[in-house]
């Protein structure tokens, strides 16, 4: 693996944790039936100790706090997690003297200013 996609990968998880609440965030749970990615629920199995956490989230970004704790007691703290886990993550990433060493690679390998070899 590269330096580049080295550095490339670290921009990864905060991309898609934002996107995955931008998507919560663009869904409107109504009820406990809906979309879900669980794979307890897909196979049968009716318990699941993490389901309804991504209704919770969706509700409490919609504003529905006592729908948001009925879907699932964990949905605020796990809101609150993924929120901070973004803001630190973004937050080092720019301030990282590293990232500059990248910006400086991909110009230099994609240089137009280079004498013909």
């Excluded at 100790?49 to 006592?66: E, K, Q, Y």
Aim: proline share 4%.
């Amino acid at each position: 693996m590269t330096v580049f996609s080295h550095k490339l990968l670290r921009f990864s998880e905060p991309v898609i944790w934002s996107a995955a609440l931008v998507l919560l965030w663009l869904t409107f749970p109504v009820g406990d039936d809906g979309l879900t990615l669980c794979i307890f629920h897909h196979i049968g199995i009716t318990w699941c100790p993490g389901c309804g956490i991504g209704r919770s989230m969706a509700h409490l970004m919609h504003g529905n706090f006592a729908a948001s704790l009925q879907a699932h007691w964990f949905g605020f703290p796990a809101l609150i997690i993924i929120g901070y886990r973004i803001i630190t993550m973004t937050l080092r990433l720019i301030t990282n003297s590293g990232n500059h060493a990248v910006v400086r690679s991909v110009l230099n390998r994609y240089s137009f200013n280079k004498p013909n070899q």
